[in-house]
């Protein structure tokens, strides 16, 4: 009789994120995969000029450098002097920005940079500089953003950011269905939805009850993959 067939066990598939092979990238580098970014989601990027490199690559410049002196102002007038400078840069997140504590390192998204201009710049380095002296968004937190001069205002919507989550909704929440009374759209998973009526119609005009008269109609509906085909 064989013996059971003994299995070496795959190797891992989990890749270990490792702080110090993450290599930062270079302005230009950012903004030529922000670009790729949009063109891959099928975006007309063409409006912001990113072909400009040198354009570009002087206003971003910039603005980190202005962001230094902004910070230096900042711990001068706020902190006594007492922070360390972090090292600020640009990142490749849809919006906003993140401080890392271990490397004691401020990003800002560049494709929000591009296309908010510093005023929003300006909102997130704030915001990551309030990060440095409390970690949680506590009321300790904005107590500390308000005091520096933030708004506390969320970040902006960026071009990035829309098409990654049009992208999203139409990949795991193919069903669009909208109320034939409000007209308001909402997406599902499956299509189980169009057995729904619309929850506020309802409430509002039937107590709560469900009513034929506001079952939801379907949009349009993909599937998983035709909404892969068209996102290629
Ligand atoms: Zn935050
Ligand atoms: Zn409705």
Avoid at 3 to 12: M, Q, T
Avoid at 23 to 52: C, F, M, P, W
Avoid at 199 to 219: H, I, S
Wanted: net charge positive; glycine share 4%.
């Amino acid at each position: 009789m064989n013996a059971l067939k003994r299995l070496l066990a795959p190797r891992k598939q989990v890749k270990k994120k490792s702080l110090s092979a993450k290599r930062e990238r270079s302005e230009l580098e950012l903004l030529h995969s922000y670009r790729r970014a949009l063109v891959k989601h099928g975006t007309d990027a063409i409006s912001l000029d990113l072909e400009n490199e040198f354009y570009w690559h002087f206003q971003l410049s910039a603005l980190i450098a202005h962001a230094y002196r902004k910070f230096d102002e900042i711990n001068r007038k706020h902190f006594s002097g007492l922070l360390t400078r972090p090292k600020i840069i640009f990142c490749n997140r849809s919006t906003g920005g993140y401080y890392n504590k271990t490397r004691h390192t401020i990003g800002i998204s560049i494709a929000m940079a591009v296309e908010h201009g510093e005023v929003e710049f300006f909102e997130t380095l704030l915001h990551e500089i309030a990060h440095i002296a409390e970690q949680s968004h506590s009321p300790r937190f904005y107590e500390v953003l308000r005091k520096i001069g933030g708004s506390g205002r969320k970040a902006p919507m960026t071009t990035l950011l829309r098409v990654k989550r049009d992208r999203f909704l139409a990949e795991h929440y193919s069903v669009r269905v909208r109320c034939p009374h409000c007209n308001k759209e909402y997406r599902y998973r499956t299509r189980r939805a169009l057995r729904y009526a619309c929850r506020p119609c309802c409430e509002k005009f039937a107590g709560g009850k469900y009513d034929e008269r506001f079952r939801f109609v379907a949009v349009t509906f993909r599937s998983r993959c035709e909404a892969d085909k068209t996102a290629t």
